[in-house]
Every structure is written in C-alpha cells, then in structure tokens.
C-alpha cells in the first residue's frame, strides 16, 4: 500500500511540465503547514527561501515535531530533495495562537515553477485552544480563526497577481474554504484555480448555504477517507470524494495513511458503517440543540479542560484521571437536558477512542453514577 511518501519517490522527478498539479499535491502543500518554522521563516509573504533550504535549517535546529499532530519532518526531508517539490519557494509563515480570541491559525505560501502560489492552512494542532474553535465551528458562523484565514489569503493576492489554489487539511480545509468563499470577488472568481480541503469539517446549515459558500463549491476538492470521523462534520453541501486508508477509525484522519495510486488517491467502494453510524448521531445530536445550548457546552467542557493549568492534549493525556473528572464535573452543573444528550455523546466518543484517556473516561462515567451500556440510564 502507497502512501504520499511514495508518491514522492514516484513523481519527485516530474516537474509541472511533466506533471500537472493534482489532488495528492494539494495534500502534500497542506501537510507542509503543519511545520514549525517560527525561526526560519517571517510572515512576509513574499519567497524567502525554497524547500531545500528550509530542510536544511529546519535539521540544523534539531525541530523534532515527532510528539506532536501529523509529523511534518518525514515528508519535509523526502520532498526537499527531489525536484517536484525542492526548488518550491516558501514564504507567508504565520503562527498565531491566542486563547482569549479563541483562535489558533497557521499557514504557510508555497510558490511554483509555473507562476502559481498555494496558500497552506494548517490544521488543528496540540493546543487545547485550537480544538476549541473547532468546536466553536457548531455554533458561529465566523471563528476567529476564519476571519484571519481571509484576511491572510487578502494580503497574499495584493502581494502577488497571480493563480492561487488553498489547500488545508482537517480544520485547516476548513479556513481553505472559508477564505476563498469570503476574500472578495476578483480573487474568488478570477484568480483561486482550485481549493483542497482534505477530511475538513464544514459549516453550520445556514453558512453553507450563502452564495459565497456555494459560488466556490465547483472549484472545490472535497475527499475524506472512509471511515472518516472529522470531513463528516457540519455540512458542505459538496459531494465528497471518498478514499481508502491504510488505518482504522479515527487513526484515518492522519493523511500518511491515505492510499495513492499515481496521481491520485485511491477511491474506495463507500463511506465504512462506523463512518455512517457517527455521522447520523451526531448530526441528530446537534440538531438537537440550539446555538446557546451547544455554546454552552462547549464552553463548559473547554473551561474544565484548561482549569487543569494544561494547554495542550499531550499534557492532559498525561493527566487521564484528572481530564475525565473535570469534564464530567463540568458536564453535572449543565441543565438536565444537556446532561443527558452530553453524557450520550461521551459514552459513544469513549468507545471509539483508545488508549489510556479512553479507560479513564469509561471508569469516570462509571464513577460518576453513568451507565456505560447501551439502554442504561444516563
């Protein structure tokens, strides 16, 4: 089984005379957002340095992202030295994370050999803020994180003129979409060429049916793999490109297990029954609640999460019994009504998950008088 490493090593010497830009380079540019290049690059969006170079300080500076979402490294050092993808300019590096906005934004513009940019959104990384505003997505039309993902892509089209495509993947196929919908007219119409938005969740009904929304669905590459627990979320309104992987479950979402075949990501037969069965229920579940409910929820167990004194997941991992407490905790001071539809939505993430953070959450609802089996009381 293939994956984007060994696309490389198929067509890392086929330049885009050779080779025209496809889905699994849109993926490619993506994954490169997730790099940590806050001392290699500066936000000026202008070409600063290629890919080469950028590996070369990256490995210089011993960046070890290995702990962390989507280790960039091993794409970064196989790409930096073939020819598709080594001589790529880079610039536009932007990394902005602040709670109190709620907001957690990055991206990175990568320059081609045939006079194009793609502006690269990176998705949700280890902050505890940043899943956040994913959550945040279910009951705001515009995060903060959004209005920044437009405004980035607004001082890309001034500085350079121009074919753009966005790439994204997870939250960041998300601000992709977002961004090209609502950076005006002359660059949504006229100069993106393509959007990728890789396994992203969408937007709530009523903003994906505005005419900015829809008026870039036809330029729009939408795909997921198919047992997808994240591209399922919220609503597009775009028919979905669905494909295989070489994981299971939520372990799909990780774009080094998608399968290539040449130029393409290879399709699969359907969307799996766990795929189908969480996209029902929490479809059901959120329509269940209205905006004030599901922002009260949100804020509820987000606010446990950080009274922890932690800012990442890695950190409450490393705390499983304390984590699962303090949002049960926070879940106990909701009305009835919202405990009951919470404590449903907790009992099916905790049989999904794994690992230690998992255990702890079933042992918590146990302890905190929840039934865990199917037909119990909540």
Known sequence: MANILDYIDWRGDLNLRDASFNE??????????????????????????????????????????????????????????????????????????????????????????????????????????????????SFQDHTAGQTEAVAYLKRLGETFDGPIRVCGHSKGGNFAVYAAAFCGSELRERRILRIYANDAPGFRKELAKTLQIQSILGKTAVVIPESSLIGILLSTKKEKKIIRSSASGLEQHNPYTWQVLGPCFEAADSRSASSLFMDETLHRWLDELDDQQRADFVRAIFDAMESSGALTLHELKAEPVATANAILSAIRNMDPE??????ASLRKLAAAGGGTLRDELLSALVRHGIDIFPGGRE
């Open 24 to 137: 699994v380079d849109g993926l490619i540019m993506a994954e490169l957002a997730y790099l940590d290049l806050g001392e290699i690059l500066s936000e000026d969006p202008r070409p600063q340095m290629s890919l080469t170079e950028v590996c070369e300080h990256y490995l210089a500076l011993g960046i070890d992202q290995s702990r962390g979402v989507n280790d960039p490294g091993p794409l970064l050092r196989k790409a930096a030295k073939c020819r598709r993808f080594g001589s790529l300019m880079l610039g536009g590096y932007i990394n902005h994370i602040d709670p109190e906005r709620e907001l957690q934004l990055a991206a990175l513009s990568i320059y081609w050999e045939d006079g194009s940019v793609c502006a690269a959104f990176r998705g949700t990384d280890d902050s505890i803020v940043g899943w956040r505003e994913d959550f945040n997505f």
């Open 338 to 343: 919202l405990q009951r539809s919470a404590f």
